[in-house]
Structures are given as C-alpha cells and as structure tokens.
C-alpha cells in the first residue's frame, strides 16, 4: 500500500460560452389598406398601364381587381387626386392627370402676380434664348444622377406676363430621354413644358424639390429680365422627378418680385 496521498484533481474552469447576439426582429411598420391600394395603383401608372390622359378603371372594377371595397379604393383615388396624379370628372370618371390640365398646369410655379391670382394673367409669353447640347459638369450630374460629361440638353428661356419679362430660367434634362428636343419646338409648342415632355417624349413629372435664396441680380438679368443693377431676386432651384423617382430635370429659375410674389400653401 502505497504511502503517497492521492493526487488532488483541481477542477478546469472554462469561460461561459459568449451568448450569440441577435438583433431583435423589427416589427412590420403598419399601412392602412387604402394606402396599400394606392400603392399597387402608383405601380400601374410608373408601368405605364394608363397614359396621362386616360380614364382608369371605375372603384367599382377596381375593387373588384384588388379585392378589397368600393370605399377603400375611393379613399386610395381621393390621395392621388389630392397629389395631382388623378383627376376626377364629374360624371365621366377619373382620368391620369396631365400638365395641361388646369389645376395641374400651376402645380410647380407658385409666382402669383400682387394684382390677382395665379393665372389671372393668361399665358406666360416664352422667348427661348438657347436650346443647346452640353456636357454636364458637376453640380448638374450630381442633381440628375449622371456621370460628370454626360449628355444634357441645357435651355435658357424668359417667360412674361404682360410684354414685362419676370422669370429667367436655366434648365438641364438628360439628353438621352428627351433626344431631337429643339428650340423651334419649344417655341411652337402652345401649352406648358411639362405637358409637352409628357406627349412628345414620354416622360412626366410627378414631384419637385425647391431650394429658394434671394439673390442680386448679375448682368444676365439685367438685361434678360430688364431690372436695374442689384435688383433683389429670388433665386429657385428645383429638381423635378418622374414616377419611378428618378430625377430628370434641373431648373432654376430667377424671380422677379417687384410685382409677383411666391405663395405656397402648406398642411
């Protein structure tokens, strides 16, 4: 019998496995079934199903198509018409909307002249002054997503009201979507610009961001919009978008403010 004491067994302590850390599961963000509905009928429109002008189905068919009720499509038409996008005609349905409709045609310029309302003084008088195909240099490729030297068409108009000259405007489009724009069919077209970029090339604006500075006014608008050396001006820079959200045009436009003022209705 052996005289030596048993070897002591010290226990191995391991660390705790690390816990494995899961994020925790978002919770779906939740969306009124009218807004689901409005959603599905935006898709048709950016896929073209119904052009600028045409009637789309009755609630009635449509509620049919998505089935869900009458109600909750009407609500999903009463957004979009609010937004401009559709257009209801008392008795004969509800149309996509288009820029040469009348509530449509003011929907981005918000100059009202002080002496009456928006409108009130007909048609703008337009005198082109270039229409012109350039290279995009960086601020106008960065406004419409293109690569520094792409293709623009870049336009210099002045619209006026009453033989006076009150907005001087800058614009760039890429070039591809609106290829064989010219001068003389800026010129000749009667009714706004935008409703000629929806008939003549497909594309409509549906959306605009603005950023507005007031700003002296250079040599350029001196002689162009007619005002005396540092007249104040306001200075727009809008970047208007199609359906699908992709930006395909830079205007920026110089206001007169002697006689206009910019109005916008908020809520």
Not at 49 to 75: C, N, Y
Not at 148 to 153: A, S
Request: proline letters at 8%; hydrophobic letters at 40%; one cysteine or more.
């Amino acid at each position: 019998m052996s005289s030596f004491p048993d070897p002591v067994i010290e226990p191995v302590l391991t660390a705790p496995e690390p816990a494995i850390w899961q994020a925790p599961t978002p919770t779906p963000a939740f969306s009124p079934l009218y807004r689901q509905i409005k959603g599905l009928i935006l898709n048709s429109l950016r896929a073209g199903e119904w052009k600028p002008g045409e009637m789309i189905p009755s609630e009635m068919d449509l509620a049919a198509r998505f089935h869900v009720s009458q109600g909750t499509v009407r609500k999903a038409i009463d957004e979009l018409a609010a937004e401009n996008l559709l257009v209801r005609r008392q008795g004969k349905g509800t149309f996509v909307a288009t820029h040469s409709e009348q509530q449509v045609q003011f929907r981005f310029l918000k100059l009202v002249p002080d002496s009456g309302a928006r409108g009130s003084e007909g048609p703008a008088q337009r005198d082109i002054i270039e229409c012109k195909r350039n290279r995009a240099n960086a601020d106008v490729a960065r406004a419409l997503d293109l690569h520094n030297g792409d293709n623009v068409l870049q336009v210099r108009r002045v619209l006026s009201f009453g033989g006076t000259p009150i907005i001087l405007e800058d614009i760039w489009l890429p070039a591809a979507p609106f290829k064989g724009l010219s001068a003389e069919q800026l010129t000749n077209y009667q009714g706004p610009m935008y409703a000629l970029f929806e008939t003549e090339f497909n594309v409509r604006m549906v959306r605009a961001e603005e950023k507005i500075r007031a700003i002296p006014a250079t040599t350029l608008h001196e002689q162009l919009l007619k005002v005396a050396p540092g007249t104040p001006l306001l200075s727009v820079e809008r970047i208007a978008y199609t359906y699908r959200d992709e930006p395909m045009e830079l205007r920026r436009g110089y206001y007169r403010t002697d006689t206009h003022y910019y109005h916008n209705a908020l809520g």
